[in-house]
């Protein structure tokens, strides 16, 4: 559920903090008090493009934060943010920020975490199901009406026996394609492989071999100075009068005459004992180092020769020899896969074909199990559209067949309906009043309210042009999908807020000659006066009102 919305300069809005509850909240006030900056702000956390006309005047950026508690969501959010590289709590909350300034920057968190703008979008895909003016129209797309349908029924397993075979067909069918080509390119790829493969394969690679052959070959290149450097070296520790070791030696003979006057000396003697083998076992070292420096011409030339060859197949094949050893391994299944064309052909052909059969029988198991569920979903729908003031309507579901499969089957949906008695049903794209579309979408959401997913439902404008009873209806149906759902509803009709379990007013005010929004949690005695103001003014008759729909409530 979401738990809290912050917003900062948005609109009117300077700072506002909306701490909802569980069940149906609603949210009233006075037109123009800045309840659609609430539903811009949800937009903005959802993903959507940013207006930065909407930064508040005066201000540099605007924010908005909404935490959502995903503890109880059937869908864990834990899979998405780790597939992005996104860190989840281990008590289930989500936060989700999103920045954006007046000078254009855009930036957006998901648990600390900077993202982008498309994965703030997929995530707010499956946390909150926004309907407005505008998301009603969604209604209207032949394949949202499909997979209501078969959201209705529970067909994701059915559906998935069409979709996996199609995803593997149209694998197949790249793989065919390119094995499908003229032969003059054919023989061009084959000597291409055939050369990248050989040219590879003869070079006898090993991981790593790169970094020790340049240590060999600058080592080789250098080798006449390394063996003067070790000479010069070891005639300081052993040739010369003054050597080291010569000095040393002679430290060890004071040192001894020290410890027979005082027997406490005896360490300073282990000391140098030991710094006389150290450097002895130095000299035995650098004198090996320096007899097997190789002063080859011939060596240097075969490493650069070498180092040369990786350098160039580096450059051809990939920035490693991993990378090197994988497109040689890759050139090699291609050219394996081009030299039997006809024999891979001949089995891609079959597994397509076999693909079809299995496709088409998914895709008539599909259709017939959708054709099972039409008068159920549209009995169902009718009976929630007649509670909403459509007594005498009518809506039908049709299926229309088509010969090629898409991801979802052989068919297409339209949702027919007829608001009035005695005149044809008629696809909802042909509908032009918002009320009705939105009261389709109230049915429907109520109807599938057990198999939605989605657990925050956000509606605006449900109850356009309705009243009286209606409104009644409309109330009692939100407070029915909050029993399953967090749901939000910006509402200018008393009945409808009363139903809620949390009621929000926004207002607004002038501070400091600024305009500003301001959103409160009401209490009961609260409630009674904005539902009072609701139904037409406050007295003593509309209060009256007020408390018998409170006290109606189911």
Do not use: C, N, Y
């Given at each position: 559920m979401l738990t809290t919305l912050r917003i900062k300069n948005l609109a009117l809005v300077a700072d506002l903090t909306l701490e909802l509850a569980p069940g149906l909240n609603v949210i009233t006030g006075e037109t123009g008090a800045g309840k659609s900056v609430i539903l811009g702000a949800l937009n903005l956390v959802l993903g959507q493009r940013a207006d930065r006309t909407l930064i508040r005047t005066g201000a540099d950026a605007c924010t908005v934060e909404a935490s959502f508690d995903t503890s109880r969501l059937q869908m864990s959010v834990a899979p998405f943010l780790a597939e992005h590289g996104l860190e989840a709590s281990d008590d289930g909350q989500l936060v989700i920020k999103r920045t954006f300034t007046a000078a254009g920057t855009n930036r957006q968190f998901i648990n600390g975490s900077a993202t982008q703008l498309g994965t703030l979008a997929a995530l707010g895909d499956g946390l909150v199901d926004?309907?407005?003016p505008h998301e009603h129209q969604s209604l209207l797309q032949s394949a949202r009406q499909l997979a209501i349908l078969d959201a209705f029924g529970g067909l994701a397993e059915c559906r998935a026996s069409v979709t996996g075979p199609l995803a593997r067909r149209r694998d197949m069918e790249r793989a065919r394609a390119e094995l499908t080509i003229d032969e003059r390119s054919f023989a061009q790829q084959l000597d291409l492989l055939r050369f990248?493969?050989?040219?590879?394969?003869?070079?006898?690679?090993?991981?790593?071999?790169?970094?020790?052959?340049?240590?060999?070959?600058?080592?080789?290149?250098?080798?006449?100075?390394?063996?003067?450097?070790?000479?010069?070296?070891?005639g300081l520790l052993t040739d010369r009068d003054d050597a080291v070791l010569a000095q040393l030696g002679a430290v060890g003979r004071l040192l001894q005459d020290m410890q027979r006057l005082d027997a406490g000396a005896a360490a300073f003697v282990g000391i140098q004992e030991q710094a006389m083998a150290t450097l002895r076992e130095l000299q035995a070292d650098l004198s090996r180092y320096a007899d097997q420096m190789e002063l080859d011409p011939s060596t240097v030339q075969r490493l650069e020769e070498r180092l040369n060859l990786l350098q160039s197949l580096k450059r051809k094949y990939g920035h490693s020899l991993p990378e090197v050893l994988a497109f040689g391994a890759e050139a090699q299944s291609r050219l394996a896969t081009l030299e039997g064309r006809d024999a891979e052909l001949i089995r891609l052909n079959q597994e397509l074909a076999?693909?079809?059969?299995?496709?088409?029988?998914?895709?008539?198991?599909?259709?017939?199990?959708?054709?099972?569920?039409?008068?159920?979903?549209?009995?169902?729908?009718?009976?929630?559209?007649?509670?909403?003031?459509?007594?005498?309507?009518?809506?039908?579901?049709?299926?229309?067949?088509?010969?090629?499969?898409?991801?979802?089957?052989?068919?297409t949906c339209e949702f027919q309906f007829a608001p009035n008695p005695g005149e044809p049903a008629r696809p909802l794209r042909a509908i032009a009043s918002s009320g009705e579309l939105a009261r389709v979408m109230l049915a429907l959401k109520t109807v599938l309210a057990a198999e939605d997913e989605v657990p925050v439902l956000v509606f605006d404008e449900v109850d356009a042009n309705v009243g009286g009873e209606t409104a009644t209806a409309v109330g009692a149906k939100l407070r029915q999908i909050a029993r399953q759902h967090q749901v939000v509803c910006i509402t200018h009709l008393a009945p409808v807020a009363a139903a809620g379990d949390a009621h929000f007013v926004v207002t607004k005010e002038v501070v400091g000659g600024r305009t500003e929004s301001h959103v409160e949690r009401l209490d009961r005695g609260e409630r009674i006066e904005e539902l009072a103001r609701m139904l037409g003014g406050v007295s003593a008759v509309s209060r009256q009102h007020a408390?018998?729909?409170?006290?109606?409530?189911a």
């Open positions: 926004l309907h407005g990248q493969v050989r040219e590879i394969t003869e070079a006898r690679l090993r991981e790593g071999e790169d970094a020790e052959i340049e240590k060999e070959h600058r080592r080789a290149t250098h080798a006449a100075r390394l063996q003067e450097l070790a000479q010069t070296s070891l076999e693909l079809d059969r299995t496709v088409r029988s998914a895709g008539e198991v599909l259709s017939a199990e959708r054709r099972k569920l039409i008068p159920k979903l549209s009995k169902a729908v009718a009976r929630e559209l007649a509670a909403l003031g459509f007594r005498q309507s009518s809506f039908l579901v049709t299926l229309i067949r088509e010969e090629t499969p898409s991801a979802t089957g052989f068919d408390e018998e729909l409170l006290g109606t409530k």
